[in-house]
């Protein structure tokens, strides 16, 4: 049995936040003593972090806290967006192990440390939830070196974000809160978890089979010069396709080699970096391989407000016999307001599926999640991870 349960205050008092986001959560999961307390909290109240701390420890009787700061928060009531607030998941359960961790270094001694603290205790079931300061991290070379089998360990979560420009941002572990490294919690034990990636973009064109390519250059679509391709997708645009993109275009590459018929989800999705008018060939910023299906993204609101929807009732009616004990949501920080012209759009959706379910999250800097049995670092992402009791 697992017991959770969120709160979230938006006191101007940091101690006050603390206390009041901690009794709600306490309140709402039933419990007197939480095995671990997951803590997100803007900028505003990093300066007296450890009366953070302090108030979330006293109010739970737990040591364990981890999680960082956010340019936005969110739990189950809404997305704080722009306003300082403080949101806290309490966790208690008998068969559920949380081995919180941090790290400092380059990217493959952050993964030898997290590997050393996580390996002994990693079972069949099991979730890594990580939170990197990108300012010293390459999130994609990160989760590659500690492991990219997203079916073996998959790996959630976002970079931190802090103020508008960047310049203030912290992940903590317990009472310590740091800079230009990484932290998390490895969950395991009596555990099982659906994950659903929403991108936000919208497909042009039908996929394309990779028939020449070069590491990240793409010389062949089809048999066809990849540039022909490209220019021949741009054609079936419309005016306002372009506007409401801001005329980016994006590659989503199919990372699951046995699906021919890819869909929402099944994409990892990339920055086209370049285009080479004298070989007719483009330039994506990730790896492709000859028989790898491809296909060309737009991204705009409608397409992200579809998506989510989308998502969310797949992930819905796949879970009708067990429902999930809790949720985490990793949203992008070009999504939310900015994205949509209005708040609480994707916690709104999300709630209309899994009404009371208790959710936390953040608005970061990257999002993590598998697609294709792989981990990958990710951009413009809402990540939604429900976790159950087995």
């Known amino acids: 049995m697992i017991h959770v349960g969120v709160g979230h205050s938006q006191s101007l008092s940091t101690t006050e936040a603390a206390e009041r986001a901690t009794r709600m959560a306490m309140g709402n999961a039933g419990i007197a003593k939480a095995d671990l307390a997951i803590v997100f909290a803007t900028i505003n109240y990093q300066s007296e972090y450890q009366e953070l701390y302090q108030a979330v420890q006293a109010n739970s009787s737990c040591d364990e806290l981890i999680g960082c700061s956010g340019m936005s928060v969110l739990t189950s009531a809404g997305e704080f967006e722009g306003e300082p607030a403080i949101a806290v998941m309490v966790i208690r359960a008998e068969e559920l192990s949380a081995i919180a961790f941090a790290a400092q270094g380059t990217e493959s001694e952050m993964s030898a440390q997290i590997q050393e603290q996580i390996q002994p205790e990693i079972r069949d079931d099991a979730l890594l939830v990580i939170f990197p300061d990108i300012r010293a991290i390459n999130p994609a070379e990160l989760v590659s070196q500690i492991g990219g089998d997203g079916a073996a360990l998959p790996i959630v979560g976002a970079a931190v974000s802090g ?104 994409f990892l999705i990339r920055n086209l970096v370049g285009i080479n008018e004298e070989h007719a060939a483009i330039a994506v910023s990730e790896e492709v391989t000859e028989g790898q299906l491809v296909q060309f993204h737009l991204r705009n609101p409608a397409a992200a407000a579809d998506e989510i929807r989308v998502i969310i009732a797949q992930l819905a009616e796949k879970t009708q016999s067990q429902p999930p004990a809790f949720g985490l949501y990793f949203n992008c920080l070009g999504r939310g307001k ?18 009371g379910l208790p959710i936390i999250g953040f608005f970061g800097n990257s999002e993590f999640a598998p697609i294709g049995g792989r981990n990958f670092a990710h951009a413009y992402t809402g990540v939604f991870v429900l976790c159950f009791a087995n």
């Open 338 to 355: 900015g994205l949509y012209g209005a708040p609480n759009h994707d916690i709104g959706v999300i709630q209309d599926k899994f009404p």
């Open 163 to 266: 103020d508008a420009t960047g310049a203030q941002m912290y992940h903590w572990k317990g009472e310590q809160a740091t800079e230009r490294g990484v932290t998390g919690v490895l969950l395991t034990g009596n555990l099982t978890t659906e994950i659903g990636v929403a991108q936000g973009c919208q497909p042009i064109g039908k996929p394309k089979e990779v028939t020449k390519v070069e590491g990240r250059v793409i010389f062949e679509l089809d048999s066809e010069p990849a540039l022909e391709n490209f220019k021949g997708t741009l054609q079936l645009l419309t005016q306002d396709d372009i506007r409401r993109s801001g005329g980016t275009v994006f590659v989503g590459i199919a990372m699951d080699a046995e699906n021919r018929a890819p869909t929402r989800g099944d």
